[in-house]
T-cell receptor, first 115, second 116 residues
Framework: AQSVTQLDSHVSVSEGTPVLLRCNYS??????LFWYVQHPNKGLQLLLK??????LVKGINGFEAEFKKSETSFHLTKPSAHMSDAAEYFC?????????????FGQGTELSVKP | NAGVTQTPKFRVLKTGQSMTLLCAQD?????MYWYRQDPGMGLRLIHY???????AKGEVPDGYNVSRLKKQNFLLGLESAAPSQTSVYFC???????????????FGPGTRLTVT
């Protein structure tokens, strides 16, 4: 069965410093992986998705993630945090066809950005 | 092109009352989903549909029913609301394509439900 584990429930950084949000996955086959962001009282927005075409995936707003099969990880990074990056981030894996392709969410990581 | 819309945005119910949440998508997607979001638990799948006239249970289906009479609409019903159903509900849709690069779920803005 597929699952994802987000290793930090809360991460705090200063504006202008790098961001690292960690995610490990478990999958019995080559996974489809995603990062979504949710700003306070808002819906979910897709940041990026792993398509198996490239292990380094670039997303919106300067975020990127690297798929590492040997480490079963899909960590999200950004070189320089901005105040507007403060939000909750979800690492997500797609379920199997017999599950309707449902998305399986991690518990979320809340990112705080200090001025 | 509105994407995925949800009605209503907010609702307060008393225990035992019933209500229906409406999800509509204008992208001609085959697959639709209902999730609930609770603090510290991410989103969990309630029910889903892989096409008009079909529905299936997700992880947390108890206390909910769904219907997909039209391809563009997916309704979530609570027959007898309980305080444990206080949550934020999200609807999503996708084309159902299994091509890795093509797959994406599009989410609605959410419905905040409080059951007192």
């Amino acid at each position: 069965a597929q699952s994802v584990t987000q290793l930090d429930s809360h991460v705090s950084v200063s504006e202008g410093t790098p961001v690292l949000l960690r995610c490990n996955y478990s999958s019995s086959y080559s996974p489809s992986l995603f990062w979504y962001v949710q700003h306070p009282n808002k819906g979910l927005q897709l940041l990026l998705k792993y398509t198996s075409a490239a292990t380094l995936v670039k997303g919106i707003n300067g975020f990127e993630a690297e798929f590492k099969k040997s480490e079963t990880s899909f960590h999200l990074t950004k070189p320089s945090a901005h105040m507007s990056d403060a939000a909750e981030y979800f690492c997500v894996v797609r379920g199997m066809a017999n599950q309707g392709g449902k998305l399986i969410f991690g518990q979320g990581t809340e990112l705080s950005v200090k001025p | 092109n509105a994407g995925v819309t949800q009605t209503p945005k907010f609702r307060v119910l008393k225990t035992g009352q019933s209500m229906t949440l409406l999800c509509a998508q204008d992208m001609n997607h085959e697959y639709m989903y209902w999730y609930r979001q609770d603090p510290g638990m991410g989103l969990r799948l309630i029910h889903y549909s892989v096409g008009e006239g079909t529905t299936a249970k997700g992880e947390v289906p108890d206390g909910y029913n769904v219907s997909r009479l039209k391809k563009q609409n997916f309704l979530l019903g609570l027959e007898s609301a309980a305080p444990s159903q206080t949550s934020v509900y999200f609807c999503a849709s996708s084309s159902g394509s299994w091509s890795p690069g093509a797959y994406e779920q599009y989410f609605g803005p959410g419905t905040r439900l409080t059951v007192t």
